[in-house]
């Protein structure tokens, strides 16, 4: 059990580093920095108070955003222990996997939220970001990287 929970924190912690460098990459474009990212994450919860709130919505955003991947890894892993093609397959199964984790994200949990509604539609560049943000820095990552962890008996 120990050595699964490690396993998961490990993948997690990378998947989630990939996904929050793609974020920051693509929108340093735009000029949105690392604080304005991860204080709009923290916004889900807080509301404005995160925009005012400097380091404190920083660091509230930064452990939202680790959250989330640990637990879109720890349910893939679950997963993985009774459906067996998610470790077989985990290419097409992670890229599956990435697509449900943005349909969710985008769609069920981030309308739940506190964070502020957009004053403009969302650019196609952005969409296609936030989906292959997914796709690949989640989904991907987390289907490979837990198949390797369980073939190689890391994980039990």
């Known amino acids: 059990m120990a050595s699964a929970v490690v396993s998961v924190v490990r993948v997690g912690l990378i998947a989630g580093t ?88 985008n769609f069920v949990v981030l309308p739940m939220t506190r964070v502020p509604h957009a004053h403009a539609a969302m650019t196609l560049a952005s969409r296609v970001s936030g989906v292959l943000a997914l796709l690949l820095c989640i989904g991907l990552t987390v289907g490979l990287l837990t198949a390797r962890e369980r073939t190689r008996g890391a994980i039990g």
């Open 18 to 105: 990939l996904d929050i460098t793609e974020n920051i990459a693509f929108n340093a474009f735009r000029h949105i920095t690392p604080v304005m990212i991860f204080q709009f994450i923290a916004s889900g919860l807080t509301g404005a108070w995160a925009f005012h709130a400097e380091i404190a919505s920083v660091a509230l955003g930064v452990a939202i955003h680790y959250t989330i991947a640990l637990f879109w890894t720890a349910l893939y892993y679950a997963a993985s222990r009774w459906i067996v093609i998610l470790i077989r397959r985990p290419v097409v199964c992670g890229l599956l996997y990435g697509a449900v984790v943005y349909l969710i994200m």
